[in-house]
Structures are given as C-alpha cells and as structure tokens.
C-alpha cells in the first residue's frame, strides 16, 4: 500500500510517500484533507499577498477580480472612482479607462457584496430598488444612459460620484 501527498510546506511539485507493510499495524499517513489543505494554501498565499508591494494593502481573502483589478490600475488600464453614499461614506471602486454607467453600477454592487460578505453584515440588497431609487451624479449631471462611457460625463481616475435620492415624479 502506497500514499502519495503533497509534502507540508515543500512544493506542490514533490510529493512524499508512506508505505506500510502488511505485517504493520500502525500506519504513518502524511495526506492532508481537503480542508487543511485549503486553509494552508490560503495561509501562503495572504504571506506573499503581504509581502508584495503592489499588492500588500489588499485584505488577506483577496478574490481574484480584486487582484486583477489592482494590476490593471498599476498598468494605467483602470481607474478608481470614489463613490459618496447618502451617509457621506466613500467607496473606491475600481473600473476600466473605457467602463460604462453600467460597468460602474456593477462595480459598486460587486465593492458592497465583497465588504458585506467581509463584515459578516447581510448579503442581499435589492439593486433593482436601489437604481430605481437613487441617481449617480457626477459634476451636476445625472448618470441616466447605462450605455454611456464614463469618459464621456468627463469621469477620470480618482473623481467622486454622488447618489443622490430620486425625487418622485408625478
């Protein structure tokens, strides 16, 4: 009987081998579950994650949309638009240079669902209602066309968008 696994600690590309007779009743097993396996390689990549400058202010349960998107502002491909909530608290979504309304609503809902998951707050928000409800301003013009670049409302890396309450029309 032979065990094949990956060596704790060494590269995923050794592996370690535990044989055991017949006559042996006790059995030395290096295989790793699923689960410790997972949490180990979580645990060395949030290490290098940490040590990396160009990703070291990212949280430790980095997706890789998030580590894609830090890339893609560190080559000039994105840009980050401030986004002022009702209660005056700014989100920093990341977008592409040549993004739409559209792609920056998907880019809020993405930057909330990640911090709630984070915070343990609840996951599920409307955002059929939310857009139904609120506008995104930027330089006293409505971001109405979802088709629309942001380029064209003069949107560059670092602006701040408002939402704002949608007042009821009659």
Known sequence: HVATSMSKGGNPSQSATTSTSKGDNSSEDDSLTHIE???MVRSQLAQIIKSDPLLCDLPP???LDEINSQ???EYGQAMVV???RADDKVLS???TQNATVLDLKHAIK???LLKQTREGGPTYL???YVWRRYWLYFDGQKLTEDNRKLREYNIRNKDEVTFVKR???K
Do not use: D, G, K
Request: charged share 20%.
């Open 167 to 169: 007042l009821r029309q």
């Open 37 to 39: 396996a997972m949490n």
């Open 82 to 84: 401030n986004v002022r």
């Open 126 to 128: 409307s955002w059929r």
């Open 61 to 63: 349960e980095i997706t």
């Open 93 to 95: 979504v990341v977008v």
């Open 110 to 112: 993405r930057h909330f």
């Open 71 to 73: 890339i893609a502002l």
